[in-house]
Every structure is written in structure tokens, then in C-alpha cells.
């Protein structure tokens, strides 16, 4: 059964007389006064094997105190295996045992479990602690909305129809390494594709692309067609029946994405649709990326993310959205969850000119929310939301500090891009980057 806490502590750790080692202190301190949180964690852990001899893996506690140094400091999981070796103030932070040295496999398939609902209920007791200190009381808030790209490359159709043949030679491939596999009837047309794609990117004019599109499709499906006769091989032969099934998951998995693929690019080029963005699939390995475009900026491919912050600089509250939302839509869902994890109406609001409307007034008023300022007024008069030109420039330049907040996650704290894999990944990284953002801010506004 894996540890709760490390059993028995080293009397050498100690941190380093530096601002790192003080915040790290601070940090370590407020984990050792909440213990609760560590049933949370144990909770996401316990489905990892662990062996009922010898060593009985990393203890939940060293196992979350990894993750806070990975996303506070931004390292690699095996930049982090070296930390734990090299430095005294990691090793006093992470309370490892003393015959654990872990590897980066390790880290990495131990801080991955923790889920996204952990860390949020991590955040709020957090942010209940800073509510009892007076830190923070929610009483003010700012709104603001960014974008965490996925880990992918910008996509064009040429890529994902090479990733599609390129992925499923790669899975034929292992069907035909499986022990006691036949020879299976499939042949490799990575080349010829990786030739069309490539042709695609440096051919100008739409007749001459729509060509090479056409031939590349073709490949594509030529490829897509070897998997029933590849199975039906499989499954005629001695392979164990459960390998076989494992292999079929997974290819049917693609399969449906590569169809999609194919379908969206013949739509754009020769059926001349303008595909709408909650129909575009943008990476066969991270499906659920979403395109975000916020007005004439840059394009973005990853998800939306609606924060709200307080006077303090904590992040309240985070939303992962699903595809591209309008801010709009979005303004009273985020106040009503503030709402109902603080247990009472703000008296102010700041948000970005995006979730400005009418009726987003009318709603915030109605549930007792003093006032309202949007930073573009968008035709709504500034007595119509505020009592006084004065609250309202207060409010405006209360909501810009949020700017500085964002750039700072994405600075620091990784939010910028999330290098996680998955969906339920992709969430519980964002959780785990806010998570040690606050814990950093809620250490300087109340140091050792």
C-alpha cells in the first residue's frame, strides 16, 4: 500500500536562505496544515499498481509536492529527476524517502494521475484559507478570457492526411511485430504521401494543389482499406485474441479521425464549403483541440480559458471551455459559480469589453452585484452600470491588472502552452499551473 507521508524525514533538509527557499518554505508549510488534501490525491493514485514487497512507491505526499515543483518551476519531468538529486532545497520540499531516488518515468506517471477536480478542490481550500487570513474575499472580482494552445503543430490538411498514413503504417507495423503474426497483406505508402504533402506546401495555384490533394486522398484511403483484411489475418492466426482486440481499439480510434480528415478536406476543396470550426478536427493525436481566434490576433489551437481573479492577484476561478465560445455567453455562468463557491454576491465586477451586453447588466444587477464595469461600454451608459464616472475608472484600471496576471501564468507557470497529452490531461495541467500560482502568491502575501 503506498504511503501517505514519508515516514521518516531527513534531518539535513533544510532551504536555502533565498526568496525560492522562503516561498518554497511558505508552500510546504501550508501543505503540512492541511493534510486533507492528500486523501484527494490517494484517491486518483490508487488505481497505479503498486507491489505488496519491497519498495511500496512514492508516498501521495512527495507525489504532489513533485508536481507543485514542476509547474512552479517549470522543468522537464527529467530536469526535475535531476533537481531532486542535485538540490537540498527541492529535496526538502518534495520530503522524499531516503531510499527513493525517482526517475522521470516515475514523475511522470505518478503527477499525470492527479486530476483536474483534485486540484480545483485544492484551489478552493486554498482560496477559503485566504478568506480567513483576509487575504482575498472575493468581494471583488475581474474577468478576463486567454487561450492555452495544445500541444501540436499549426494544422493544414496535407499534414493531417501524411499523419493519417504515416499513423497507420506505424500501427500495421506493430501488428505484423506481434508474436506469431502472419505476413499481413498491407503495403507502407509513407513515402509517396510525405512526397505529395511537401509537393502541396510549396505549389502555388488551385488547380495544380487540387491534384496533388486528390492523389493524396487516394493514398490515404489505400491505406484505410488494409485494416479490415489486416484484422481478419490477425484474427485467423495464433495471436492471443486479446492483443488482437487491443490493436483493433486502437485502430478504430484513428480510423474515425481519419475519416473525419478525409471528409473535411474534400468539403474545402472540391465541394468549395467553408467547413464551420466545431466541425474541423485539427490533430489526429490531441482531437479535442479547438480553434481559437480573438479578433484580428493571432489563431491559436488549443482551448479557451474564462479566469476571474481578486484584489489579491489569486486566480478564483478558471473554466476550460469547450470549442470558441463568445465572451458574452460566458460572463454569468463564471459569476454564478463565484457565487456558489463563496457563498455570497461580489459587490463589484470588472470585466473585459467581450462579456459586455445588456442583458449580462441586467442579470449581474438583478442578482445584487452593486457594480458593473465593462472596459468597453458597447453602448451601455457608465449610470447604467456603475454610480459614478469615478467607480468606473477605478473599476477600469482595476480590470487591467488582470493582463499582467495572464502573462504572468503563461511566463511562469506554463499556462502559455499545455505539454500534457489528452483532454482530462489537458485540464488537470491548467488546475495544477493555477494551483502553484496561487500557492506562490498566497506565500508572498503571507511570507514565513
Known amino acids: 500500500m503506498r504511503e501517505k507521508h514519508t515516514v521518516q524525514k531527513s534531518l539535513f533538509h533544510f532551504f536555502a536562505d533565498h526568496e525560492i527557499g522562503q516561498e518554497l518554505q511558505a508552500i510546504s508549510d501550508w501543505l503540512d496544515n492541511h493534510p486533507e488534501v492528500l486523501d484527494w490525491v490517494a484517491a486518483d493514485l490508487q488505481p497505479l499498481p503498486v507491489a505488496s514487497c519491497g519498495r511500496q512507491g512514492l508516498p501521495v505526499e512527495s507525489v504532489l509536492r513533485c508536481a507543485l515543483l514542476k509547474q512552479y518551476r517549470q522543468v522537464s519531468y527529467e530536469e ?105 497483406p498491407y503495403r507502407n505508402h509513407q513515402r509517396r504521401a510525405k512526397k505529395r504533402m511537401r509537393a502541396i506546401r510549396y505549389t502555388r495555384g488551385h488547380d495544380k494543389k487540387a491534384a496533388l490533394y486528390q492523389d493524396l486522398i487516394q493514398v490515404t484511403r489505400a491505406s484505410l482499406a488494409y485494416i479490415d483484411p489486416v484484422y481478419q489475418a490477425l484474427a485467423a492466426s495464433s495471436i492471443d485474441p486479446a492483443q488482437c482486440a487491443f490493436w483493433r481499439t486502437d485502430v478504430n480510434h484513428y480510423r474515425g479521425l481519419i475519416e473525419r480528415v478525409i471528409e473535411q478536406t474534400e468539403r474545402r476543396l472540391f465541394k468549395g464549403e467553408k467547413v464551420p470550426a466545431q466541425d474541423k478536427l485539427f490533430s489526429l493525436f490531441e482531437d479535442h483541440t479547438a480553434i481559437i481566434v480573438k479578433g484580428s490576433r493571432d489563431i491559436q489551437y488549443g482551448h479557451k480559458l474564462n479566469l476571474m481573479t481578486g484584489r489579491s492577484g489569486l486566480v478564483l476561478d478558471v473554466v476550460i471551455e469547450d470549442g470558441n465560445p463568445a465572451d458574452t455567453e460566458r460572463f454569468m455562468p463564471m459569476l454564478d459559480r463565484h457565487i456558489q463557491h463563496y457563498g455570497k454576491v461580489p459587490r463589484q465586477v470588472a470585466a473585459d469589453g467581450g462579456y459586455a451586453s445588456t442583458d449580462n447588466l441586467r442579470q449581474a444587477k438583478e442578482r445584487g452585484v452593486k457594480d458593473v464595469a465593462f472596459h468597453k461600454k458597447k453602448g451601455l451608459k457608465v449610470e447604467a452600470m456603475v454610480k459614478s464616472n469615478w467607480v468606473y475608472r477605478k473599476l477600469r484600471n482595476f480590470r487591467a491588472g488582470i493582463e499582467a496576471g495572464i502573462s504572468y501564468l503563461k511566463r511562469s507557470f506554463g499556462l502559455g502552452r499545455c505539454s500534457w497529452k489528452g483532454l482530462a490531461h489537458f485540464k488537470a495541467y491548467v488546475w495544477a499551473s493555477v494551483v502553484a500560482h496561487n500557492l506562490v502568491i498566497f506565500a508572498r502575501l503571507k511570507p514565513v
Open 80 to 184: 526535475l529527476a535531476f533537481y531532486l538529486i542535485d538540490s537540498y532545497s527541492f529535496q526538502a520540499f518534495a520530503r522524499l524517502p531516503l531510499t527513493i531516488i525517482p526517475k522521470k518515468a516515475v514523475l511522470q506517471r505518478t503527477i499525470s494521475r492527479i486530476s483536474e477536480a483534485t486540484w480545483e478542490k485544492i484551489n478552493q481550500v486554498l482560496l477559503g484559507h485566504a478568506k480567513a487570513d483576509g487575504l482575498e474575499r472575493g468581494q471583488v472580482l475581474r474577468m478576463d478570457s486567454t487561450a492555452t494552445d495544445s500541444t501540436i503543430h499549426e494544422p493544414t490538411d496535407s499534414g493531417l492526411l501524411w499523419d493519417s498514413v504515416r499513423v497507420l503504417a506505424r500501427l500495421f507495423d506493430q501488428a505484423q511485430a506481434l508474436e506469431g503474426a502472419p505476413s499481413l
